[in-house]
C-alpha cells in the first residue's frame, strides 16, 4: 500500500511540474507533399503542395511564403512552373527558391495562411530523384514584425509528455511493487 501512495505522489508531482512548465502550445509547422510521375524517356515530373499547418487562430499572420527545396547537386530541373502569384529561383547546386510575390493572404497577398495549403508547384527532372530526397526548408512570416520563422522540427505536444511520464511512474510502481513482493 506504500508503494502505491509513493506512486501516486510521483504522479502528481508530475503533473504539476508538466502543468507549471513554460510550455510552447502551438508551434508554426510547414508540410511538403508531391506526386512523382514517370513522364518516359528518363525524364520524372514532380507536383508540390505546399501546406501550412499551423494553427489559423493560435499561429494567425505566420503566413508561408517561401520555400526551399534541395534536389541534390547532381539534378538540374529542365522545366519549372509556379503557380499565380508565386516565382522561383533555380539554383546550380540542385536548389530550388519558391517565393510568394505579394506579401499577405489572399485576396490581396500570396503567402499560404495557418491551415491552408497550395498546389501546383512543377519540376521536371531528366532523372528520377533518389530515396529520401527533396529536403526542404520553410520561410514563414513573424506576425510581430522580426525575422522570417524557419520551420522547425516538430515538438511533442504536452499530453504526449504527460502520457509518458504517468507512463514511466507506472512502470517504477509495478516495478518496485513486484521487487518488494519478493
Known sequence: MKSLKNV?????????????????????????????????????????????????????????????ITLGSTFSPTSVTAPSG?????????????????????????????GSSLGGFLVVLSDQLPAGTPQFTAMLVNPDGGDPIPSPAAVPEPSTLLLLGSGLLGAIGIFRQRVTSK
Open 8 to 68: 501516486v505522489v510521483a504522479l502528481l508531482v508530475t503533473v504539476s511540474l508538466l502543468l507549471s512548465a513554460p510550455v510552447a502550445w502551438s508551434t508554426p509547422m510547414v508540410d511538403i507533399s508531391y506526386i512523382e510521375t514517370d513522364l518516359g524517356a528518363g525524364a520524372w515530373q514532380y507536383v508540390f503542395t505546399f501546406q501550412n499547418t499551423s494553427d489559423p487562430v493560435a499561429d494567425a499572420g505566420v503566413d508561408l511564403f517561401e520555400v526551399f
Open 86 to 114: 508565386w516565382d522561383y529561383l533555380d539554383f546550380l547546386n540542385g536548389e530550388l527558391e519558391f517565393y510568394s510575390l505579394i506579401p499577405g493572404i489572399p485576396p490581396d497577398g500570396s503567402d499560404i495562411a495557418p
